[in-house]
């Protein structure tokens, strides 16, 4: 089945402790990015990777970090996390290309995270 | 920069009435537009897409979309709403072609009166 996995599906952590959110996807895909989800902002993206060892930032980069060293794999880091980071976390790929391309987003289910 | 609007929070419809759900963008060149659903502890799964082509977009669930470039709007429609149609509704946009920004719209919700 065609899927994007994220783990874990919640965690909770407190300030200035390392984490790492996974994100795999198994449709060959080249594009992958990260977005958060936040009560009327939206969705908003923080980084995207447009193949391995390719990575640019969203909007909402700071505080984050990523890493695209395989195709499937593009793992969210937050070295230090801080309270203003608690939110919803999704992943995402899709083909890359054209007109001819899908250009149709598949999502994971999601991560939320607590920064207490 | 490029940006999606939707001016309504919150929508609410009767079952078997027709729903709008709105959406107007900024981009500097041709839009790529995009609608997805959200359903309670989910992901988003992707509705529809405007690329080019027939300015009527069909997609799943009986869902369509209206660009119309004039007004800037991609309006999301459907003719008869269902109960199960009530979700979270996200528009977004990307440029043509720049890069591989998303840019999303700050969500609507639908809610299907029984």
């Known amino acids: 089945e065609a899927q994007v996995t994220q783990n874990p599906r919640y965690l909770i952590t407190v300030t200035g402790k390392k984490l790492t959110v996974t994100c795999s996807q198994n449709m060959n895909h080249e594009y992958m990015s990260w977005y958060r989800q936040d009560p009327g902002l939206g969705l908003r993206q923080i980084y995207y990777s447009m193949n391995v060892e390719v990575t640019d930032k969203g909007d909402v980069p700071e505080g984050y970090k990523v890493s695209r060293k395989e195709k499937r794999n593009f793992p969210l880091i937050l070295e230090s996390p801080s309270p203003n980071q608690t939110s919803l976390y999704f992943c995402?790929?899709?083909?890359?290309?054209?007109?001819?391309?899908?250009?149709?987003?598949?999502f994971g289910s999601g991560t939320q995270l607590s920064v207490l | 920069a490029q940006s999606v609007a939707q001016p309504e929070d919150q929508v609410n419809v009767a079952e078997g009435n027709p729903l709008t759900v709105k959406c107007t963008y900024s981009v500097s060149g041709n839009p790529y537009l995009f609608w997805y659903v959200q359903y309670p502890n989910r992901g988003l799964q992707f509705l529809l897409k405007y690329i080019t082509g027939d300015n009527l977009v069909k997609g799943s669930y009986g869902f369509e979309a209206e660009f119309n470039k004039s007004q800037t709007s991609f309006h999301l429609k459907k003719p008869s709403a269902l109960v199960s149609d009530s979700a979270l509704y996200f528009c977004a946009v990307r440029d043509n072609p720049g890069t591989y920004k998303y840019i999303f719209g700050t969500g609507t919700r639908l809610k299907v009166l029984a």
């Open positions: 995402a790929s899709s083909e890359r290309g054209g007109f001819g391309a899908s250009q149709k987003l598949f």
